[in-house]
Nanobody, 130 residues
């Protein structure tokens, strides 16, 4: 079993920054294949970013490339999402997700559907005002 708890959400103005964190517990090591999703009211949950621990590979949806950075601290078993140059369209509930046991890097980076991940946090709200 893996437990995930997000934190760091809040309200900012457009152009601002937020740093989301996800604390993982329940396994001896932080899962290798982890990602962030977001869901705006009335919309489907969408994939934002993925990281694979084994080789440091990352992937981002086009709308957040060059603005968001996914990273991890294995010693602290924490996943982070640094969000810069935020836009109102970035608003929504942000979820941390893990696929455990984890596939290899190539397969992990291809996991972009909510059904591909089997562990989820409760979410943290991000609101960006114009």
């Amino acid at each position: 079993q893996v437990q995930l708890v997000e934190s760091g959400g809040g309200s900012v103005q457009a152009g601002g920054s937020l740093r989301l964190s996800c604390a993982a517990s329940g396994s001896s090591n932080i899962p290798r294949c982890m990602g962030w999703f977001r869901q705006a009211p009335g919309k489907e949950r969408e994939w934002v970013a993925t990281t694979y621990n084994g080789d440091g590979s990352t992937g981002y949806t086009d709308s957040v490339k060059d603005r968001f950075t996914i990273s991890r601290d294995n010693a602290k078993k924490t996943l982070t999402l640094q969000m810069n140059s935020l836009k109102p369209d970035d608003s929504g509930m942000y979820y941390c997700a893990a696929r455990y046991p984890s596939p290899i890097s190539r397969l992990c980076l291809g996991l972009r559907s909510r059904n591909d991940y089997n562990y989820w946090g409760q979410g943290t709200q991000v609101t960006v005002s114009s």
